[in-house]
């Protein structure tokens, strides 16, 4: 794990934690727990498209569930938590 502590990032400014970026993600520690995640920009991009392709792929089978007929509909809430607990 690629950690720096908080009172580094403070004492020596952001530039402490653009040495330990070339490594990887960055992991700040406060309090002797890791607290904050620093990321380079490429990476974070990565995570956020990683991220949409994830939720477009589940719409694009929750679609297909419904036009297969795999949906069951409720009439009210009720119903829906009566389903479930069964």
Avoid: H, W
Avoid at 38 to 64: F, G
């Amino acid at each position: 794990m690629n950690t720096i502590a908080a009172q580094e990032i403070k004492r020596r400014g952001i530039t402490a934690a653009d040495e330990k970026l070339k490594e990887g993600p960055v992991y700040v520690i406060k309090n002797n727990k890791p607290q904050y995640v620093i990321l380079s920009e490429d990476r974070y991009n990565q995570l956020v498209a990683a991220q949409s392709d994830v939720y477009m792929t589940r719409v694009r089978m929750s679609l297909e569930d419904v036009r297969a007929g795999r949906v069951k509909k409720f009439k009210n809430a009720a119903e829906l938590l009566k389903a479930i607990e069964e």
